[in-house]
């Protein structure tokens, strides 16, 4: 039987909806909080891995936020995913894991970056500031993916999905993400009677989404389908 290790962290959707679209009759599907994670992981020095013996590891972000969250946290931001997913990727090639699918986020791309954005953008330009530490810990993740391919010859893909937004999303206001932060303002001007919202930002920036059903289904399906040769959008 195939286990499949999710590493449930930031506690956003990405983890919960791809469960949700793996077939449990298949699979024995492992789900860790942050708490469990930094026990089994950072401080087992392995054992979580040595002990469950996954077969495919999904490791989406374990600390992720809105702009307001990047700009009052950058240290946990950058300590807490870069400290997360290099235990968890090291373990990963330790135990012999078939495959990992480490998902990355689009503001690993450099500010100025053109409309759709090419993967070939990565590293040409500086980023944007206000998440620049949580961008500077994902691509030292999808760099150590590919460090390890070439050294190890494991078989760890890197995809940066689009903005995720959906019915499963953190409408916090404190901590949502665009999309999520928007509806929840329009729903609160509505409720209060307001004609009119005051948005962050001059209005001109153009950003890529993604729905959540769509990005499990391209999650698994990267998972089953495609091998290590380049990053995936």
């Excluded at 409408?171 to 932060?181: G, W, Y």
Aim: net charge negative; charged share 20%.
């Amino acid at each position: 039987q195939t286990t499949t290790l999710m590493l449930n962290g930031s506690g956003r959707y990405e983890d919960r909806w791809v469960y949700l679209k793996i077939n449990p009759a298949s699979l024995c599907i492992f789900t860790q909080g942050i708490g469990y994670l930094y026990i089994a992981v950072n401080h087992g020095e392995g054992k979580f891995f040595t002990d469950e013996k996954p077969e495919y590891v999904f490791l989406p972000s374990i600390k992720s936020g809105s702009i307001k969250a990047n700009l009052a946290s950058p240290a946990e931001f950058l300590y807490e995913n870069l400290q997360t997913q290099n235990n968890v990727i090291h373990s990963a090639y330790r135990s012999g894991v078939k495959k990992l699918l480490y998902l990355g986020a689009t503001c690993v791309y450099p500010e100025d970056s053109p409309q759709p954005i090419k993967e070939k953008c990565l590293l040409t330009g500086p980023l944007e500031k206000t998440s620049e530490a949580y961008a500077l810990a994902k691509i030292a993740g999808i760099k150590m993916c590919q460090s390890y391919n070439v050294q190890y010859g494991t078989n760890f893909i890197a995809a940066i999905p689009a903005t995720l937004y959906g019915p499963h999303d953190s409408f916090d206001p404190e901590k949502s993400h665009v999309l999520a932060a928007l509806i929840q303002k329009f729903y609160e001007a509505k409720k209060a009677g307001q004609n009119e919202i005051t948005l962050w930002g001059t209005g001109t920036p153009e950003r890529e989404f993604l729905y959540e059903d769509d990005f499990a289904r391209a999650s698994i399906f990267l998972m089953e389908n495609f091998n290590p040769s380049s990053d995936q959008n």
